[in-house]
């Protein structure tokens, strides 16, 4: 990484995490390298901001294993391994989105594991590792409501302490939590930020029976 100051256009901080933004060039030049990306995993999603407030008040413990499924660039899973010590693997349908990560980690001084692959793919077995699933601006077409909610059943089912899914309320989600609330005991948590944009979130929480 260069050694003096990036420039600030181009650079997001927030709770202690350093983000460049797509304008970056060193993003610009990934996407020139690449043919473009199979899914949405291609910017900043402000949902990451807000999950990351809340993560902020409610943590994991250190040395946690998280789970963070349609990582993109990986930013609030980047926060918890840098300001709370959690060992962290992004998981994303698209394996591009894998250099986005590596050069927001490298960023910030972390390492995150990356496995590339679908999440309707992670078994019972696997899922009773983690301390915490999450995922940020994944529920965003009607087909994924009905395979979500079968991850987080298989998840609850494995004693994974927290499933957190951000969203900025699309209706998708809403169906997400009705099933989630009415079938698992789940609660969504509206949760507002100023910086680095006003925006306001919500949060589905499911936690371990």
């Given at each position: 990484m260069p050694t003096k100051p990036l420039p600030s256009p181009h650079l997001l901080t927030y709770k202690g995490v350093s983000a460049l933004r797509a304008s970056h060039p060193r993003v610009r030049q990934l996407k020139r390298q690449q043919q473009g990306h199979a899914?949405?995993?291609?910017?900043?999603?402000?949902?990451?901001f807000v999950l990351m407030d809340y993560l902020s008040t409610w943590g994991v413990p250190s040395g946690a294993q998280v789970l963070d499924i349609g990582c993109g660039w990986g930013l609030t899973g980047i926060y918890l391994a840098k300001c709370h010590g959690a060992i962290v693997t992004g998981l994303d349908i698209d394996a591009s989105v894998e250099p986005f990560l590596r050069l927001q980690a490298e960023l910030n001084n972390?390492?995150?594991a990356f496995q590339a692959r679908e999440f309707e793919s992670l078994k019972r077995k696997e899922l009773a590792q983690?301390?915490?699933?999450?995922?940020?601006?994944?529920?965003?077409?009607?087909?994924?409501?009905?395979?979500?909610f079968n991850l987080i059943k298989r998840a609850q089912s494995?004693?994974?302490?927290?499933?957190?899914i951000a969203d900025p309320?699309?209706?998708?989600?809403?169906?997400?939590a009705d099933l989630c609330v009415e079938k698992l005991g789940a609660d969504v948590i509206?949760?507002?930020?100023?910086?680095?944009?006003?925006?306001?979130?919500?949060?589905?929480?499911?936690?371990?029976?």
């Open positions: 899914a949405h995993g291609n910017k900043v999603w402000r949902s990451s972390c390492n995150i983690y301390h915490t699933l999450m995922g940020t601006d994944i529920c965003f077409w009607d087909e994924m409501t009905a395979p979500l494995a004693g994974t302490q927290q499933i957190l309320g699309r209706q998708p989600f809403w169906d997400l509206s949760r507002t930020i100023d910086k680095p944009w006003k925006s306001q979130k919500y949060i589905l929480k499911v936690s371990a029976n």
